[in-house]
Nanobody, 121 residues
Framework: VQLQASGGGLVQAGGSLRLSCAASGGTFGRYAMGWFRQAPGKERDLVAAISWSASSIYYADSVKGRFTISRDNAKNTMYLQMNSLKPEDTAVYYC???????????????WGQGTLVTVSS
């Protein structure tokens, strides 16, 4: 499975961005997916996860009410709509996939290359 994350950029605090993760080389509709982020000098953390059917969704407390994860299995694409962005959201965002819904980083098998999100104050 190959994953390609895109949509990052520079935005002012309070602004919005939409990240996309395009998958190829596998049966996208069978995989659970997740968005992670890693700020400089910090560990990679799970931001949001979604099951293959979107029936199970997880958000980190820090993004609840501001970020929305979704997927379009027909387009083999997952999204992360990020609203009300804060400077502390600045990080490289990665998408990843796993064969079952989980919130554990080490359960994710395939990773995209990351896209940088910078939020200015």
């Amino acid at each position: 499975v190959q994953l390609q994350a895109s949509g990052g950029g520079l935005v002012q605090a309070g602004g919005s961005l939409r990240l996309s993760c395009a998958a190829s080389g596998g049966t996208f509709g069978r995989y659970a997916m997740g968005w992670f982020r890693q700020a400089p000098g910090k560990e990679r953390d799970l931001v949001a996860a979604i099951s293959w059917s979107a029936s199970s969704i997880y958000y980190a407390d820090s993004v609840k009410g501001r970020f929305t994860i979704s997927r379009d299995n027909a387009k083999n694409t997952m999204y992360l709509q990020m609203n009300s962005l804060k400077p502390e959201d600045t990080a490289v965002y990665y998408c990843a996939t796993t064969d079952r819904f989980t919130v554990r980083l080490y359960d994710f098998d395939y990773w995209g290359q990351g896209t940088l999100v910078t939020v200015s104050s």
